[in-house]
């Protein structure tokens, strides 16, 4: 990849630790591939400013235009 990282070894939570612009995160609450649980985490574990919206009934795959 042109960023020379590999992303097995790359972290979101490592990554807002260091991170100095806002933030927005956008979760739906019945993903069942990545828990929502994570997202809190993440907005948690932020050095800056960060929001976080959870998206009632919403899922990775639920038929929608991007699934």
Not at 24 to 53: N, R, T, W, Y
């Amino acid at each position: 990849l042109f960023g020379r990282f590999r992303l097995w070894e790359s972290s979101a939570f490592k990554a807002v630790q260091n991170t100095r612009i806002p933030i927005l995160l956008v979760h739906g609450d019945e993903d069942l591939f990545v828990p929502h649980e994570m997202s809190l985490q993440i907005k948690e574990a932020c050095a800056s400013k960060c929001e976080l919206l959870i998206i009632p009934g919403c899922c990775s795959y639920c038929g929608g235009p991007y699934s």
